[in-house]
């Protein structure tokens, strides 16, 4: 019987329902998650959450706790079991994601001679619908940019705000890279590297007007901020979390009228959109967001081939008839 080295455990290993064997195997799994994939914490609870939701089913299933040997027994039907057990209690997109963490997982065990389960091979995943960015219009973005400075009532938690939304927005930011800058990291200068998915550094421009917004947050801000704490902060002084920022957005485009779709990676897609508007080549884009594929990006194409439709259907002569 193989050994196992004791892990860390990222994502507690007794939360999944497995013999012995088969827990020991996810800790490995889980350690190369983290490791040498470079999976941020937030994946790994994902796909943490897919893998024990999928074994949970197996011990019903199966009326027992499910060990390597029982990976290899399955049949098609199983799964497919699985996949109806779970359609009932998510969506789409959710199901399509629980099987490719399945694979991952099963793929992983085959490749260190762990188990294998050749009846996987033959599911096939639901189609998607082919997601399109919702950016906002220019006009839009920059109301709710500068909405703070009105609608939230302490100064410099608008200065905060503002300077927060104006880097999703300048510089394309995911709202984690965003929040997990230091204070030595403050975007002071005309550009800063972000550490992105995958621990990913990429080089990204700073606008005057986001060096600016950074600065009157910096002045206004009234608690001490150390070098390597965090450039982002709470009103009780602690890390600035992300629900806030979210909760925040939400409350600001009700004031002003805007569509559920102006989340706070709303802005990061209007900064793609609207440097492709203004003829920004689609690879600088791809470097600019971070994306490890031009696929990802060239979403954005989609978006402005739409726009173009709507603007041709309601001006050309021809479209009307």
Not at 65 to 74: K, Y
Not at 146 to 154: G, N, R
Not at 295 to 320: F, I
């Amino acid at each position: 019987m193989k050994t196992f080295p004791a892990l860390p455990e990222p994502v507690p290993l007794a939360r999944f329902a497995a013999a012995e064997d088969l827990r020991a195997a996810i800790g490995l799994w889980i350690a190369w998650l983290g490791g040498e994939r470079r999976a941020s914490a937030h994946t790994i609870a994902a796909y943490g959450r897919d893998l024990a939701g999928f074994l949970d089913f197996l011990t019903e299933h199966l009326g027992m706790p499910p060990d390597l040997a029982a990976l290899g027994r399955l049949r098609p039907a199983d799964y497919r079991a699985w996949l109806a057990w779970r359609a009932a209690k998510v969506e789409r997109g959710s199901i399509a994601r629980g099987l490719s963490t399945v694979r991952g997982f099963i793929r992983f065990l085959d490749r260190r001679g762990l188990a294998s389960s050749p009846a996987l091979t033959v599911l096939r995943a639901p189609k998607l619908p082919r997601s399109v960015p919702k950016p906002l219009s220019i006009d839009d973005a920059g109301e709710l940019v500068e909405a703070p400075a009105a609608l939230v009532a302490s100064a410099w938690q608008a200065s905060r705000d503002i300077a927060v939304l104006t880097l999703l927005y300048g510089c394309g930011l995911r709202i984690s890279e965003a929040l997990g800058l230091r204070r030595a990291e403050a975007p002071l200068r005309e550009q800063i590297t972000i550490t992105g998915k995958g621990r990913k550094q990429r080089i990204v421009p700073v606008l005057p007007a986001v060096r600016q917004a950074v600065a009157d947050y910096l002045a206004a801000c009234p608690w001490p901020l150390t070098s390597d704490g965090p450039l982002f902060v709470g009103a009780r002084g602690g890390p600035l979390n992300p629900r806030l920022v979210q909760r925040q957005i939400a409350l600001l485009r009700d004031a002003l009228g805007l569509p559920e779709s102006a989340t706070p990676h709303a802005l990061r897609h209007s900064f793609a959109t609207h440097l492709l508007d203004g003829g920004g080549d689609l690879r600088a884009i791809q470097e600019l967001l971070g994306h490890a594929s031009l696929s990802t990006t060239q979403r954005y194409t989609s978006v402005e081939s739409e726009r173009l439709l709507a603007v041709y259907n309601a001006a050309h002569p021809r479209a009307r008839g």
